[in-house]
């Protein structure tokens, strides 16, 4: 049986070399496999765990499946200090190298639209929870949620609300039909509780600029002094993981 190629992300051509020392996914080292105008990195897994029963049995176990997803954002992150790259969700796996050459000339339209889009961004994750927040008379802390949703959206090429008790880090999944990437959508969260905790006054992911990132982080900061009742966490910058179109991410 042949070795299942992993996949991180696909790319353009570059040129600078990826670091020497980088690890990938099951201590395999990354490399890139052009085809036309696209470079995917993948990494050459071992069939024993990455064929696609053993991968679900292996996905199964928490400690298992944090380490991979670890594993794939190193590589994301490294890729992101010498090109744009449009990040695959955690256990992405083909067969072999021509199936990800399939999969990079069916998707290399759509792909180098959202390459384009991605240039020059990376993603913020922003949660808000809490009762109504001290010092917010008048307003309720959904509607504060709301108001800060729409003004980080405005500084944001994108935005995406996500379901309560999500997380724009990214989530290992098990892939389907012997390899194929599976991406689903998550709906739009507010005001509802999780995990037995306070209400979800916002949970959102928002495409920035990077030369937006500075002002993007201060918006943040002067909500959280302003509304000290609520709990306001800030994420990132990560790549952007959550505006990755499906089937290949989940945006």
């Known amino acids: 049986m042949t070795d299942p190629r992993y ?13 020497a020392e980088l690890g990938g996914v099951a201590g395999a080292p990354p490399k890139r496999l052009r085809h036309g105008p696209l470079v995917a990195v993948v990494s050459v ?14 996905l199964a176990d928490p400690a298992w499946r944090d380490a991979l997803t670890r594993a794939h954002e190193a590589v994301v992150a490294a890729l992101t200090t010498v090109t744009t790259p ?3 969700r955690p256990a992405t796996v083909f067969p072999d190298d021509s199936a ?14 959202a390459l384009t889009a991605l240039d020059g961004h990376v993603e913020w994750g922003v949660t808000v929870t809490g009762a109504t927040p001290s010092g917010s008379a008048g307003d309720s802390g959904e509607g504060l949620g709301r108001r800060l949703h729409t003004d980080l959206s405005a500084m ?12 724009e880090v990214p989530r290992a999944a098990p892939a389907t039909r012997g390899g194929e990437p599976s991406g689903t959508g998550l709906p739009s969260g507010g005001g509802e509780p999780f995990g037995g905790g306070e209400p979800v006054l916002l949970n959102a ?23 000290p009742g609520a709990v ?3 994420s990132g910058p990560w790549a952007p993981y959550s505006f990755t179109p499906a089937p290949y991410g989940s945006g």
């Open 232 to 234: 306001v966490s800030l």
């Open 205 to 227: 992911a928002y495409l920035v600029h990077r030369s937006l990132s500075e002002e993007f982080v201060e918006h943040v900061e002067r909500f959280r002094e302003r509304c």
């Open 45 to 58: 897994v071992p069939a024993r765990d990455f064929a696609p029963g053993p991968l679900r049995d292996r």
């Open 156 to 167: 944001a090429a994108r935005s995406r609300s996500l379901a309560p008790g999500d997380s």
């Open 7 to 19: 996949v991180y992300a696909v790319c353009r051509p570059w040129d600078t070399p990826l670091q």
């Open 100 to 113: 990800v050459r399939v999969m990079l000339e069916e998707g290399g339209e759509r792909l180098q639209e």
């Open 86 to 88: 449009l990040p695959l």
